[in-house]
């Protein structure tokens, strides 16, 4: 994949700003936007409005891009459509500090724009928190701290064992390529991003021309639950090189921030360095990671020991946080899994930014007894649904708020449902072709492995 994929999803997201959805023909939709408190905002309601408000987070914008013109209802442009013909408004702030880490803005400024929402178009009869990425971060935190104002939570690819598991997982990334392939990469209190992140795409491009350094890289990426899979219209490739390939394409277009500009934000938003790799056992890191079957392949392939390398990485000095730092990214990123209306998470089983393990992590917050359903896709990429699928998981979540119970929510029952909606909402970006593709409903079972750096609770 190319940088001109990024380009082109960045004049997707404007072209799409441009399109003001309707509910149908005969309801069309009052659009309202402004700002509350310097944060830009955009609500649409339809005439036949159901008294059912959506509440969105936004994922992540970087630093490293220009801020979005779009503010984003949904993930998919039609879900939007199709929620408004259905009756549901819709809304979401683009908070006063749109990119980075920007949490803190948005729990104040999602509530500000739900007050309005009551005051100007009135009371909703229940209001969904949503969001994706670590927007789903931002809804859980609302949905948390705010039990009155919501009935539901619905999540997308979220980050949902938190700030610090996430960050952690980066620098253990950028750990194992300094210790393994002396990367010579800056961690933390990064001076110069730019050459950094250089740095970075370069030991990552580098690694996948050689068996015994794709081995490395192999295990470094595992230590962050990185998958050997990235192309969402094909199955997960069998071979050891072209996974290790993979990995390093969620390296270099994905997970870069770690150590450029959006960590140099971070760390200026904290107060200070909030990661840390002290104490941490990479030998049992690895023992638990879904991508331990690759690095065994990819050592045993290249002759290597990886018993070795685990030595080396055990002995390498480690990074101690600064306590206040930590501190501000527990308060702004970590999800508690204490809700007391029901929380419906979906997840692709591959995805390099924001792993599956992350479910597993939340759902163990939670506990056996919370009110919690999580559905998984069988599908690579962050965040790669199709708008069926989203549809299908607010029916389901809908339906557990209107019955008192969850339905049925097996893959065959839900890929059944979602076929079943119209095939403008049956296709995905494919990253790879830099094109919209259509595709079939594809949830699935899927028991995700333990995340790497969650906190214990």
């Not at 990886?306 to 702004?332: C, E, I, M, S, T």
């Amino acid at each position: 994949m190319a940088r001109r994929g990024l380009v082109f999803l960045a004049l997707l997201t404007i072209f799409l700003g441009l399109m003001v959805p309707r509910a149908t023909a005969d309801a069309p939709v009052t659009r309202y936007e402004g700002e509350l408190e310097g944060a830009r905002y955009l609500v649409l309601v339809p005439e036949n409005w159901n008294g059912t408000l959506m509440l969105w987070s936004h994922g992540m914008y970087s630093l490293a891009y220009p801020e979005p013109e779009r503010i984003a209802l949904t993930s998919q442009p039609t879900t939007e459509s199709y929620l408004l013909e259905q009756g549901y408004a819709l809304a979401a702030s683009q908070y006063r500090t749109v990119r980075g880490w920007s949490i803190e803005e948005a729990l104040t400024d999602q509530i500000r724009l739900h007050d309005w929402f009551a005051r100007t178009v009135g009371p909703p009869r229940r209001t969904i928190a949503a969001g994706e990425s670590i927007g789903a971060i931002t809804a859980t935190l609302l949905a948390e701290r705010n039990p009155r104002r919501f009935a539901g939570l619905m999540t997308f690819c979220g980050n949902l064992a938190g700030g610090a598991a996430h960050w952690n997982s980066g620098l253990d990334l950028g750990y194992a390529l300094n210790t393994l392939l002396d990367a010579r990469l800056e961690l933390v209190r990064i001076t110069d991003p730019a050459a950094n992140v250089s740095r970075f795409t370069n030991v990552v491009q580098a690694a996948t021309a050689n068996p015994q350094v794709q081995a490395r890289l192999a295990l470094a990426n595992a230590l962050a639950e990185i998958p050997g899979w990235f192309d969402a219209t094909r199955p997960r490739p069998p071979d050891v090189a072209e996974q290790v390939f993979w990995q390093g394409v969620w390296d270099r277009f994905y997970r870069a921030g770690a150590f450029g500009v959006d960590r140099v934000a971070l760390e200026q938003r904290a107060g200070g360095n909030p990661s840390w790799n002290v104490g941490v056992d990479y030998r049992r890191i690895l023992a638990k990671a879904g991508e331990r079957p690759l690095v065994e392949r990819a050592y045993a392939e290249a002759g290597l020991d990886l018993g070795a390398d685990l030595d080396k990485l055990a002995k390498a000095p480690r990074v101690a946080p600064d306590p206040a730092a930590a501190g501000y990214l527990a308060r702004f990123g970590l999800p508690l899994g204490r809700t007391p209306f029901p929380v419906l998470t979906t997840h692709t089983v591959a995805d390099g930014i924001a792993p599956a393990a992350h479910e597993r992590a939340y759902a163990e917050r939670v506990g056996p007894g919370g009110d919690l359903r999580q559905l998984f896709v069988n599908r690579a990429g962050h965040c790669v649904f199709t708008a069926s699928e989203e549809i299908t998981a607010l029916r389901t979540l809908e339906r557990r708020l209107d019955r008192g119970h969850w339905p049925s929510s097996g893959p065959t029952a839900l890929n059944a449902e979602a076929a079943g909606l119209a095939p403008e909402h049956q296709t995905i970006f494919d990253a790879v072709g830099e094109a919209r593709v259509t595709t079939t409903p594809a949830f699935a079972w899927h028991s995700p492995p333990p995340y790497p750096r969650a906190l214990p609770f």
